[in-house]
């Protein structure tokens, strides 16, 4: 689309209907409906190690309590200042010293925790506390009372993964405080997963909602699974073994807003290019690797990971992973379930 | 409804348009919609260790593979001639003796097993094959291929739930053989279970139908979640602790004809009467105990049960059960599934 | 499948468990798994001039409140005796006499009316009345409260479609009458047509169930669709112009039950033959014509038709329809949302 | 929550992870997840002889087809340069002169538009043209080929609404143009009206995606059922008379990322206070009246309007209705259904 001329005329008419909270359309046009998906969102990634340093920091510089979540904000770069590592999407590194407890609030924003490093913290949801280890993936439903709390004699480091800027555009944000940091605790340890979690239902459980009632997906189970399924060999050139995790009750995603994914890359296997329109936060738990992101303009993108890094791929970038030295397995989220349910997801699995 | 009065003129009536297939709607209408469920089926029971009796006389008088399917059909005692064990569901106890294959075959019949006794054996689906342990629940999909064989030393004995007088009723009955006895398998044990099985997903999975992808749902897992339940104290007074069997990728029953249940009762538990319209064939697997089934009639049937032996609840007659001298657990199955799907399904908690 | 041989032993065997109410399946499989559907269910045809005058007849026998529905049964000639007009369905034509009332009751089973014959009559259903046109498709959803009058000065008569053979298998029949011949009427005419039937639903709508809330679909206006399509050319091989009637709450057929279908055959249109596991029940109510039906030992069944006459086509057996002389338009139903739902449904458009 | 302290530790800690594009969450977290809705959106309104003169005037700067589209961006006070009405929706006026032409394209965006002033000009979607009439409510759906003209000889006004920003937001943007300015027309003017807009499906019909296949919602059919159901008093304290615009395929919302409504308020009828989390686009469409809406610190924003004027009131915001001097009707769009499926919509009908 060429832009429009700029003429005196035009100009005077512009500047008289902004006035009046009126636009041109034909001068934004060409910036509101793309080609191509083409925000500012850039390829990006933060080392482990160093969040780590700079946590340990933030934990001599302020208590949990104080902060309410002592959490660094992973920003995308092109998007400083918004709290996002994505176009939609929050992502925050959270550390829980020995002895601290992050006081029970509830929001409607949906969290996801995956856990980098530590054992034995814990994490209450409605009534039931549940054991963080190293690779589990932790749901915090909308709405729903939460605190964490760290026994332990160690610190704990997990990812947090929230839709914090999809509830900012869509204006619902809601937030309350409980009046005692721990919530009161009325179910036995992994009671959901009990109930919920091996495809039995109470015989007269009713209906389903955004949110899998199972809210820890154990990592030793997980990986149990993908050592079964590489048996079987399901690989796909694009993904490895790559399975999603779902809400029993419904077969969708097991969240409303954030889609949450496990693979397996063996060692040596380079996945061939994939692009699609979720724009994804990948974060390897086992291995090291190489992924290589092709921005828009042809230039690649390197990244050399290894576990517990964190790195971004936004919208429509071309991908491509390598399982470098062992086995890889690599955690990701991003904003699937919304594009589909807008029907707007699109993929391509072809090549640069 | 008073029956309407009879006279010449309406017999001659009647007679008359008898001829051209016509009936007076006012002489049945009692009969075709009646004030509450009205069927000839009736409680009924059989002990296992004479239906096993009469298998191994079966094992000696004809081979699996003459008889395609070794197996004694129950046979309701108010539906005797029609093979059905309630209006609409057949069940049967198969044999297979050790060296023994019934040759694979498919029809749209779907079917369930439910293992008794003996393991080992296997069956195979759609290029897969499970081991057979007792209590382990299997699904035959419909139009799947399916044989089973026995390599072991022992006979393998266990139920089969199908949905033949549906497929009869809506005359939609196909079925075809397979020209080798068994099947190609195609895919290594256990893989619908690493695929299916643990709220995961293949990332591009899509859809669901109506029967679940997990095959067997094995006892030992199922029996570890009542015991995690247990502690949880999930008691319904009318149930003990019951769980439906689910497919993973809807939430929905495992299969789309039949519902699957298994529950738990504590010993000394006795449930509080309960009715629903589905006609409920109950299959203890652990303990003994007791069940009163009361009929429209007002007496109540008497079935002492112990594990493996089978017994029936018509619909709308109310049933309590009691776990004699230790925990029970049972297994049942019914066509819930038509009653939701067609908005028929009712139940009714409260006492005689 | 060779019958199995017969032997004195097993003749003694299949007595003796028999008093166990225990049956050899190896007897029956055939009868049971069947390579294609095979029911008893045969072509069939009724005249309506034919029943008209019986029912006429009828009118002077009995009064509509003796017999509560003044109706002849249509009764396959392969299922006599049975009430049924397929393995499943129901089907009676039925008379209301100037000035009589079909008093108020209410079941479990669903039932469609298509009237033939008369206008000015009307149903009520949950306290809002509608008035009876020919060519109208009225439901009567499950346990809805319902009572047919006739004001006018001349006889009404309509098809009565119901499920009764499918809610006598799943033995899920409850029935109430009301104390008053009339049901009270709270609603104005056409209001669940103007709340439901024009793609707008009131705001706080919430849900739908397995019936259509739209419970008159007028003739006049289904006719004016068929003119519509006709004009974009939308003719299908087997069908002509076919539609089937639809809840707008779901999208899925109109009844839980059964579907319904409005075809336009434009004159000297003829059909490739078509074949379904739904057997369907055909009323012309424009034009006529001829149906060529091909039994499953390949003999034709030749049913000449006129406006109002009915006729059945088995499950599976070849249909080719001809309107002769002029356009022709023919309602019909069957069991096809149970076969959905159940995902038994299959169809054949070849030839035969 | 308390902000944190500031300290000069503190505050080297922040700039020093800032390079590496970090950021301390407890500095941005009260932002973030707020208590209540609490976007930069504002009430506002636009009166549309305003517009009207001032889209005239451009009618003389710039040519639809120079244009691409000629349209005025309604821009929300709050959200200036975002081209923006809420947080999440676009609103723009569109003209179109008699005798141009919009030229084809399409987008993944989807569009609405309501037709305002003019008659007689079309919009062609997927090959079939749909004239317009002043209050019809057309559908321009995800990535459908899409062109609008004028053979007329008067202008034509509409409001387009769309989801440009949802888009933006999940960076999913694709555009096409056509090589033609008008597409090829392959189905008669009514095709899809006839098809799928009366309760009937075509036979073989088969699934339902995110927008309704009805295109154009015709105001005379829809202002008719008002007038029915006025008759039915089915008045809400809040709404007046409203109903939701709905895809017969699902009896969901007649678009993915919209939600359209249309509501009728009898003369005199004062509406009670409500409020939602979706910040909704109102435009009377006949009749006069006043809204209220409060803000949330308190001080009553009044708006009058009379038909065609546009007004906006943000989520969480109260407002009340009322029609003066004779009937209103007003239609109006939200994000309602990402609202909905996100498991995210709020209401509150209960007073300030």
């Not at 924003?109 to 280890?133: D, N």
């Not at 409980?178 to 007269?204: C, F, K, M």
């Not at 399982?323 to 029907?343: C, K, M």
Request: proline fraction near 7%.
């Amino acid at each position: 689309m060429a832009p429009t001329a700029d003429t005196p005329e035009r100009r005077a008419f512009y500047d008289k209907i902004d006035k009046r909270n009126l636009m041109a359309l034909w001068l934004s046009l060409a910036d509101l409906v793309t080609p191509e998906p083409r925000s500012a969102c850039r390829p990006a990634s933060w080392r482990f190690d160093e969040i780590r340093a700079y946590m340990l920091e933030a934990g001599s510089l302020i208590t949990a309590k104080e902060a309410e979540r002592r959490v660094l904000v992973l920003e995308n770069p092109g998007l400083r200042g918004q709290s996002k590592i994505t176009t939609d999407l929050y992502a925050g590194v959270q550390l829980v010293m020995p002895g601290e407890v992050a006081p029970a609030h509830r929001h409607t924003q949906s969290a996801l925790r995956f856990i980098l490093e530590g054992e034995g913290a814990y994490t209450a949801v409605i009534g039931e506390r549940t054991i963080m280890h190293e690779g589990d993936f932790i749901i915090t439903p909308p709405w729903a009372w939460h605190d964490h709390g760290n026994p332990g004699s160690k610190p704990v480091f997990w990812l947090d993964g929230l839709d914090i800027p999809v509830i900012q555009m869509l204006d619902a944000s809601f937030a309350e405080h409980l009046d005692v940091d721990e919530q009161p605790i009325t179910r036995p340890v992994g009671d959901s997963d009990a109930r919920y979690g091996h495809n039995l239902l109470p015989v007269d459980h009713k209906g389903g909602g955004g949110t899998s009632p199972v809210f820890n997906y154990r990592y030793a189970r997980t990986r149990e699974q993908l050592e079964r399924l590489r048996r079987a060999a399901a690989w796909d050139p694009c993904h490895g073994l790559k399975m999603r995790y779902t809400n029993p009750i419904t077969g969708n995603h097991a969240m409303a807003t954030m889609a949450t994914f496990i693979q397996l890359l063996p060692k040596g296997f380079s996945t061939a290019a994939y692009r699609s329109t979720d724009a994804t936060v990948f974060v390897p738990i086992e291995g090291k690797g190489r992924s290589v992101i092709s921005s828009r303009t042809g230039e690649d993108i390197v990244v050399d990971w290894s576990r517990r890094d964190i790195f971004v791929v936004p919208s429509w970038h071309r991908v491509r992973h390598e399982a470098i030295g062992g086995d890889a397995v690599i955690f990701s989220y991003s904003d699937r379930p919304i594009q589909e349910a807008l029907h707007l997801f699109r993929e391509d699995r072809g090549n640069a």
